[in-house]
Each structure stands twice: as structure tokens, then as C-alpha cells.
């Protein structure tokens, strides 16, 4: 745990000639985390020898195997039964305060090692609730000093903690106090009969090993077959050294001891936070000698467990599922996704399985992409038709896929693999607002919540795709695609274009300019066209009305004008809301209003006229308004 009460000093030195210590720090006497010494008890040899390590305390018994770690009362006994003691940080010798450990004699060798002279903790605590642990019986080690940067905010108790010199604390700071503390540990749930998921979910905060691990005699399930959503282990006595096992949506089992330890500062307390990182010894050892290296892999490992421990804590949090559950459903159906929906496709990313009709699919581990996918396309508002055609369903097209839309259209080929497209000098994302693998931070190219000004937002509907149409992006993304739709991908000043290529990469089906004229039916093959450009284009969502609009536009399809009209549709499309948008289009029938004229007003008003002079800006003549109406001059 983060915060211990009284603790022993553990301490490294190199060898008996080297009178500084090495390390010196303050320790949770009950972790198994340093190595042990014996030393003389005080009647031994009228006193020469008292407090003096004995030596080769590195061999048996006081050492079961070199490099040893253990608790300090697994230290104290195997001393005692030799006839010795613990030994202390320091020894007097001619009247000085020296250190009496030899590293070469103790089973450390490149490790702390327990010694009996104790030390205390504290914690400063700040005015905003943060606290770090201050050890004031060790300067060795600068991350537990006063004031330390080193500092975490824990889970206070009934949100209260101490800010002046009461409950045991004195004012350290203008913005901190530093506070004599103890630790208490109690049974998060009294008896079995009150242990439940939920509850345990939520007040379970202290892992334990798999009962599995420990020999029969000392933990018994008493949960009947010991395979159900929660399982107990007690050694006999339901208390707080029992472990309660919770079904993980990976397989197996999570293991919590049923214990909580409160920090308490008089009426004030916090919840002692767990930590896999050893506060003594866990900066790496400086000495380069094989134990050194062994110890310094060692914490590094540690360190991995407690990395790994936070994405897994990350990872099969109960709110992730529906969270990816949803942003798929909005890059793959619709933007705004009934919570049933999102519940079904969270529950198939849970499971790992999805039953399409009596078929599972999936590997049955959570986190499957097979099962997730499988309910977001197969679901009911996926392939509902009726659906279609409400206004909030289905999405706005994002702008890459527009484009790759309108490459399979015209089915172009680029021959160069590997190479970037752009526009002009710009990148691709620079003209049409989004670029392959490319976003502008780690939140994507839009937010999944945006939603645009008016009708959409009055409705609370979001559109995430249209965060991208602003003006510039839209009129620069038809420019680019107009020239890509007449020249193919090439080298030049406008268009959609592959770095380093000169040749016109576009391969065209059917070309831009058809004799129609010489055709059989022409208005059966451009009818057909048409339907090869509604489907690859917009997604087989063109009107009847708007489809016999573009077919029959201009009249004679033996006329001149008709050998366009092939690149035309291709262009005339690009403007279609079923471009853009993945729904059906609604229509009235009715032909929209012409614009009313402005009215005329009979006041004075201020007006900004544009002259438009293709780059030129002679200011010295520009045309001057005169100072009073219907004077000359200027």
C-alpha cells in the first residue's frame, strides 16, 4: 500500500571500509522487500562485539538462497534462533555515529537490508486535497522529503481533510500542513452473506494472489463448485483476510483481499491507495556488479505489472464497450444510434460473440471485432429500408470517402503504389479536409457529439462528418474533384493529384466525351451510365425525377452537346445531396420560392462594393465616393 505506519529502516552499503551509506530509506515492515543480517545481542563478549553484524550472515539460516528478500519478523526469527538480533542503521564506535553494514556479510549483496531501528511516516497534506508521504527520519531519498513534487490525491473519506493545525497536524506551509498518521484495516463486508458483484465492484480496491496458489489448508472455497460470478476463500473465519474472486469478461477470475485500510488523522481519513511499486528500493541500483543488474530488472518488472494493471483497468472498464460500440456504429451506419443499438453491438463487444440467426459469430473473448461488427451490420437499423428515410438516420459522408467514392466511379488506377495524393502544393487534408491516417490530434478529425447550427441542433442531432463542411473545404474539394473528374490524376496546378507523376493516371470507363448520336438507344446507355454512377457514387439513392432531370437535360441527346453529357453526369453528381449524405433525400414536390427582391428603402444606408481586378490593386485610383449626393468629382 502507499501509506504505512511505523516502519523499520532498510539500508545499503558497499562494504565495511565505505563509512557513508548508500541508501537509507523507510519501509513497510510487512512487505517481503529486503534482504537480512544478524548482529551480536548486547551480553555478547562484554560488549566488543555487541551490535556488531555477524559474520558470513549471508549463509544459512539466516539467508535460504543469495538475494533473498523476506519480511522483517521472518528476519527477527531466523536471528533469534541463532542466538542473535536484528541489527541497528548505526553502531557507536569511538564515540562516533557510524554505519556498522557490511554488505559482503549480509544475504543482500546489492540489495536493501532490514534493520530494527524504526522510523515513522507522515503525509502533507495540501489545501486542495492532494498528499504526498514524507519519511522525517531519512534525507536519503528527495521524493520523500517536505513539500516533495511526488504527490497523488486520494479518495478522502466523506470529502474532508485537514487544513489547519488540528487532528494531529501543524502547519507545514501557507497552503499545506504536515500530519501524524495511522493505518486501519477492517473487513470491507462482515460476513458472506453480504458479499455481492456490484458492491464488491465498487468497494474492492486490494488485489490478492489466486487462492489456487496457497496449499489446501490454508484458503477453501465456500461458494459451492467455485466457478460462478463471485467466489469466496476464507481460512476458516470470514474476515478480512479472506479473498473474494470476481469473473472477468477475459476469462478467469480477479482477486481482491476483502480488507480496507483507512489513513486517519484524527477525525479526517483517506483511503489507502494500492501501489505495485515498493517505496524502498524502487529507483535502480547504481552499481554495475550482477546483483545490481538483477535488482534493477526486477523493479523494471514491477513497474510493467503496474503499467499493465492500468490498462487492463482501462480496458475492461464497463464503460468502454458501449463507448466503441457507438463511435462504430456512427463511422459505419448512423450518427445517431438508438441506445438499443448501442447496447447490442456493446454486448456483442463484450461477450465476443454475435448470433446472426442460430450463426455465432466471434471468438467468445471480449473485446472480439468480428462479433462487434457482425451486430452493427446485421442489426435491424443497419438494414432497415424504412429507416432510410428518416431525417436522423444514416450519416454525412466523411470527405475521404467521397472522393474514394468517386475513384471507383471512374475507376481510376494509380500506378504508383506508396506515394501520397494531394492537391496542388497541399497535402490531400489540407484541400478537402481530411487525409488517409492523418488527424489533427488523437480526438480524430471531428467529435462524435457536434452538432451543426439549426434545425440539427434544435432537434439535438449530431452530424460528426459535418464538422469538416465549412465553406473553404467544400468549394476547394468540388475544384479538386471537378479536375480530377476531367483530367484523371496528373501533375498540375489544380486537381486531385500523385506526387512525381507527369502521365494522366485517370483510366476513364466510359470516356469523357461519347458520340451519343452514333449509338443505337442513346438514352437507354446513358440511363444505364447513369445507374453505374448512382451506384458507385451515391450509393443506389438517386430519385427517379432527379435521374430523368439529368438524362433529358438540354433535349436532343444527338446534339453536339450530348458528347459532354457523360463527364457532365459524373460532375453533376458530385453536387447531389446522396453525395454527401447516406440517407434518403426527402421531397415535397412543391418548387421552391425564388428569392424575394429587396425592397427599396427610402434612407441612407452604407454599402461595400467589390472590384474584382485579377490580382491588380491600384489604390492611387481607385474610384473615390463624393462627399454630398450627386456632386461631381470624385
Known sequence: ???????????????KNDIAMKKAECADPSLTLAGGACCYPPAADSGQKH??????????????????????????TRCEAEGYVPCQATEIRNGTDQDIMDERET?????LTWTATPCTTQVQVYDDGAV??????????????????????????????????????????????????????????????DVNRPDAEKLLRIGAYDPGVYTASNYQCVTGACDGDVVLYTTGTFDLTAVIGLKRAKGGYAFYKNERQRVVMGDTSFRNAPTFMDLAGELPVEEQHTQAKTLDFQY????????????????????????????????MVTSNPSPRYIKAAATAFAKGEYDASGTQLGSGQYGCMKALVAAILLDREARSTVLDADPGHGSMKEPLLKVLALFRSQEIVVKRTGVPLRVADDGLGETIGQDLLTPPSVFGFFSPAYMPK???????????????????????????????IRQGLVDGKFGIQVDGQTENQGKFAPDWEIDLSSLTNPEAELREYLRKIDLTMLGGRLPQATADLLVTYEGDLGSPKARIRVGWLREMAMY????????????????????????????????????????????????VPPDEAGAGGG
Open 300 to 331: 523494471k518488472y514491477v513497474a510493467e505489472f503496474e503499467t499493465q494493471a492500468l490498462l487492463d483497468h482501462l480496458f475492461y472498464h464497463q464503460n468502454v464497450a458501449p463507448f466503441i460500440a457507438k463511435l462504430m456504429i456512427q463511422r
Open 1 to 15: 500500500m502507499a501509506v504505512f505506519g511505523a516502519g523499520n529502516m532498510v539500508v545499503m552499503k558497499k562494504d
Open 107 to 111: 544475504c543482500a549483496r546489492g540489495q
Open 51 to 76: 551490535g556488531r553484524m555477524v559474520k558470513n550472515s549471508w549463509a544459512m539460516p539466516q539467508c535460504a538462497v543469495m538475494n533473498e528478500r523476506m519480511k522483517f519478523e521472518t528476519m527477527k
Open 454 to 484: 439549426g434545425p440539427l441542433e434544435k432537434h439535438m442531432v449530431v452530424a460528426p462528418e459535418a464538422e469538416l463542411m465549412i465553406a473553404p473545404v467544400l468549394f476547394d474539394t468540388f475544384d479538386a474533384v471537378t479536375m480530377l
Open 132 to 193: 504526498g508521504i514524507v519519511f522525517p527520519d531519512v534525507s536519503y531519498d528527495a521524493r520523500f522529503h517536505a513539500s516533495t513534487p511526488n504527490t497523488f490525491y486520494p479518495q478522502w473519506d466523506a470529502r474532508k481533510w485537514p487544513t489547519s493545525a488540528t487532528d494531529g497536524c501543524s502547519v507545514e506551509t501557507d497552503t499545506s500542513v504536515m500530519c501524524t498518521i495511522s493505518v486501519i484495516a477492517e473487513a470491507v463486508f462482515p460476513s458472506e452473506g
Open 576 to 623: 447531389l445531396p446522396e453525395f454527401h449524405a447516406t440517407n434518403l433525400r426527402g421531397s415535397g414536390g412543391e418548387a421552391r420560392e425564388d428569392p424575394r427582391a429587396p425592397t427599396d428603402v427610402q434612407e441612407d444606408y452604407k454599402a461595400v462594393v467589390g472590384v474584382l481586378l485579377h490580382g491588380g490593386a491600384d489604390s492611387w485610383n481607385f474610384l
